[in-house]
């Protein structure tokens, strides 16, 4: 090959490497820009408390659920503290979902506190449906390694449909924007939640 055919082609290849890259990128950049997108538009098209721009939906796999308990801790000169509680678990036995309504003595107000797998798209926080009432958020406050916390001030009228209700439907948002779903069930919750605790923890302080 002469010198100049050889410079030739040195530039053709040279200049067609950088196309030939973008276009083998082109899929991956392509997938990774509409997730971008449809991450975008949840956060920007939609106020905070309402819809994310879902993707489809998909019911959790299966959960089994234990019973509803009401644990209360004692302190000397401090209000008690008293815990109704629920915790599923998947068939593997590794936790799924644990939701704690925490009620302190003397004060009117309740916390809801859910404890969920990581994995989630934490924008869109959880949502609690009572039978057929008006559904309610709660947002994260924070993740850990294994696990993602959800919590706010508990609403007088989701604590009172609780006690009255017979499932309530818990929907989160995985990082696909897909919802995902479990039932939980209520038929148990208003006597435990109103009745005594099951287990009461007292703890005495050395002076």
């Not at 879902?54 to 019911?59: A, E, H, K, S, T």
């Not at 302190?75 to 815990?83: D, G, H, K, L, S």
């Not at 009572?130 to 008006?134: K, L, P």
């Given at each position: 090959m002469a010198e100049a055919d050889f410079r030739i082609c040195r530039r053709l290849l040279h200049s067609s490497l950088p196309i030939a890259l973008a276009m083998s990128l082109q899929p991956d950049f392509a997938r990774g820009q509409q997730l971008a997108q449809a991450a975008g538009a949840a956060s920007a098209e939609k106020p905070a408390?309402?819809?994310?721009?879902?993707?489809?939906?998909?019911?959790?796999?299966?959960?089994?659920?234990?019973?509803?308990?009401?644990?209360?801790?004692k302190?000397?000169?401090?209000?008690?503290?008293?815990?109704t509680t629920i915790s599923g678990t998947f068939e593997t036995g590794q936790?799924?979902?644990?939701?704690?309504?925490?009620?302190?003595?003397?004060?009117?107000a309740a916390r809801l506190q859910l404890f969920l797998p990581v994995g989630l798209y934490l924008q869109a926080g959880a949502k609690l449906t009572?039978?057929?009432?008006?559904p309610h958020r709660v947002p994260y406050v924070w993740c850990l390694t294994n696990t993602c916390i959800a919590g706010d001030r508990a609403d007088a009228g989701l604590v009172k449909d609780m006690d009255g209700g017979r499932t309530l439907l818990l929907e989160v948002v995985d990082t696909s924007l897909l919802t995902v779903s479990t039932t939980l069930p209520l038929d148990q919750f208003g006597k435990v939640h109103n009745g005594p605790p099951s287990q009461t923890f007292e703890q005495s302080v050395d002076e």
């Open positions: 408390g309402q819809e994310s721009a879902q993707r489809g939906q998909r019911v959790a796999r299966d959960i089994k659920y234990g019973d509803w308990r009401k644990v209360c801790f302190v000397p000169a401090t209000p008690t503290v008293c815990r936790s799924a979902v644990r939701i704690d309504l925490i009620e302190k003595q003397g004060e009117a009572v039978d057929q009432a008006a």
